[in-house]
């Protein structure tokens, strides 16, 4: 399996072609071509991950590759990018955030399931086996009530924002309590901002929002039969599990999330962008 990756500022580029390229982790697949957003970014991961080819355009990958990454900083890179691999039948994983903006997300999902082309994204952290485990114990809580998760999110983060970390509690909150997130509001403060997911039950999840710090991603559940409060520890690679799952897709065109899930992450990060500036309660699209 031939893959290639569009981006390569972000450090996860080198690190997922490192699991494949180097440690081997994912037997007969490989990271083959690389386009970088400038030469040094290019070569940089491709070093780090062993990546024999970079090309100069991404279609220069065109007809040579079995399965695309798209893995920019910002997400509003992410659809542009992957749109001419789509056309082509190309399966593709968009790092989180998928997209920042719903609208553009919900054509490129319709194209993918006319053109039958698989398409994933997530962040891996709910993958993590701390996670699981956790997620396993807060499943004998009962009724949840709500909840907390922590982690560092930069606001004014000049890759979008809330986008640009805050998805990563997005979906663990998703994950635990539900994707049907009613409205949202942030309160902002100088060191720390909360955003808070409010259900249709009555439920509200709280994000804690680290704007300088970075703790280790933490998560807190309240239900009718107690409460777990655990962190997130990382797996040795953390990024295995997720190459896992979109690799396994890769082959078998089965698609690990569905595509209502991965839109409603983004609305929920828009309604979270809106609310940061208006200083309101914003319901989520």
Known sequence: MRIGIVGAENSHSAAIARTLNVR???????????????????????????????????????????????????????????????????PVFVDKPFCYRSAEGKSFLALARRTKTPVTSFSTVPLQRSFLSLRKKIGKLGPLAGGATFGHCDLRSPYGGVFFYGVHQVEMACEIFGYNVAAVQIVRNAACSTGQLLYGSGAIVSLHFFHRERPPFALTAVGSR?????????????????????????RTGREPRPHSDILQTVRILEALERSAKSRRKEKVA
């Open 24 to 90: 081997k982790a994912i037997r007969g697949a490989s990271v083959d071509f690389l386009w970088g957003e400038t030469d040094a970014f290019a070569q940089a991961a491709a070093e780090k991950g062993a990546i024999p080819t970079i090309v100069k355009s991404p279609r220069q990958m065109l007809g040579k590759i079995d399965a695309l990454i798209v893995d920019h900083r910002h997400a509003r890179h992410h659809l542009r990018a992957a749109l001419p691999f789509l056309k082509a039948g190309i």
């Open 226 to 250: 107690g409460t777990v409060h655990g962190k997130i520890e990382s797996d040795a690679d953390p990024y295995e599990a997720g190459i896992r799952a979109f690799t396994a897709m890769f």
